[in-house]
């Protein structure tokens, strides 16, 4: 391993625990996994392998995989089907359970500034910010328009409003569901070499181009990101915001108002157009969820423990060299000058 990759894997960590609301220490656990043995004995080891049981809450562990080995592919086709699938699920779950974290965290804020402007006060210059960040993402207003809004009366209260009905949780098992159906269990090309989990196109030059591009549908490709978490967050924000998931996102206000839960199987048919199979698509998601039992993650709680990262390497020797190196990293301080130079406070 390069340590250019060392570098790259270290960036990935470092924003990861920037986005879970806090500074990262530098003493926070890192784990490199290395064989697939390892892996397992490692996930045995932490209580978060074998058949859950269905009549109790299910517990995560609150890790964070920041990169998975190399050789998972060839891996993958080495191992029983449901090894394979069980190892995807288990890292993959942690990071869609923190995106719905933020989410909550997020629409918490938001409720705030909500009874703020009906009491008839002004938002704070802190939380305009937030605001004017948040509206482009989901696109409510483009930037110019977010930079232009007031910090009180019934306009601000309308974006808010509105901000609240496009940006709610997604149920875990729906999302693990389109992750594993759409990058085949994290071992299609795209989400080897792009970490794209959930087969979202973009257009013009950005993102991998298909092998058998559609010439009618213009100059299109797979969106691509530098780690497995900037996937999961860019498909929240892709399902809280795109035009085509407009059925998605009224089907949740509408249980929500009812007071009844935000399940999988329900709230799959509102995404008849992720796909261009459209029902034959909602079907075989439904249908995966149903016989890999994923509608038991939709209710998943993390356990009251740090948060800590998780690196995958392709062997064991390689995990060794990769334990190394991160060490060095710590301790000759290139990871406070990684933070810094990311300007990301």
């Given at each position: 391993?390069?340590h250019?990759?060392?570098i ?21 656990e ?21 058949e ?11 890790t ?27 890292m ?9 974290v933020?989410v ?17 006060k002004?938002?704070s ?12 993402l ?12 007031g ?24 999302a693990?569901?389109?992750?594993a ?12 070499q ?18 058998q ?34 059925d998605?996102r ?18 799959a048919?509102?995404?008849?157009r992720?796909?261009e199979?459209?029902?034959e ?20 709680t993390?356990r ?42």
């Amino acid at each position: 391993m390069s340590h250019e990759r060392s570098i790259n894997t270290l960036l990935a960590m470092v924003l990861l625990a920037l986005l879970a609301g806090s500074r990262p220490a530098l003493s926070q656990e890192i784990v490199v996994l290395g064989s697939m043995d390892r892996t397992i004995e490692w996930l045995k080891a932490r209580d978060w392998w074998g058949e859950e049981k269905h009549v109790t809450e299910l517990t995560v562990p609150h890790t964070m995989l920041a990169a998975y080995g190399s050789t998972w592919p060839s891996d993958a086709q080495a191992v029983p089907v449901p090894v394979k699938k069980e190892l995807f699920y288990r890292m993959m779950l942690p990071l869609i359970m923190h995106a719905n974290v933020m989410v909550i965290a997020e629409r918490e804020k938001l409720e705030s500034y909500r009874e703020q402007l009906a009491a008839g006060k002004s938002l704070s210059a802190e939380s305009m910010a937030d605001l004017r960040e948040l509206v482009p993402l989901l696109r409510i207003a483009d930037e110019e328009g977010a930079a232009a809004l007031g910090d009180s009366g019934d306009a601000l209260l309308e974006v808010i409003d509105t901000a609240l009905y496009r940006l709610d949780i997604i149920p875990a098992g729906l999302a693990l569901g389109q992750a594993a159906y759409e990058s085949g269990y994290g071992t299609s090309r795209f989400a080897v070499q792009g970490n794209a989990l959930f087969g979202q196109w973009t257009y013009g030059d950005k993102g991998m181009a298909p092998e058998q591009a559609r010439k009618e549908l213009g100059k299109y490709g797979i969106a691509t990101f530098n780690w497995p978490f900037d996937s999961v967050r860019g498909y929240f924000l892709n399902l809280s915001s795109h035009p085509a998931y407009e059925d998605f996102r009224s089907l949740r206000a509408k249980l929500r108002a009812e007071g009844k839960p935000l399940e999988s199987l329900v709230l799959a048919d509102g995404l008849v157009r992720y796909s261009e199979r459209g029902q034959e698509y909602v079907d075989a998601l439904k249908a995966m969820i149903r016989v890999n039992n994923l509608a038991i993650a939709d209710n998943a709680t993390f356990r009251d423990e740090p948060l800590s990262f998780i690196v995958g390497a392709g062997d064991d020797a390689e995990a060794d060299k990769m334990r190394g190196e991160i060490e060095g990293l710590r301790a000759s301080g290139e990871l406070a000058i990684i933070i810094d130079s990311m300007k990301l406070e």
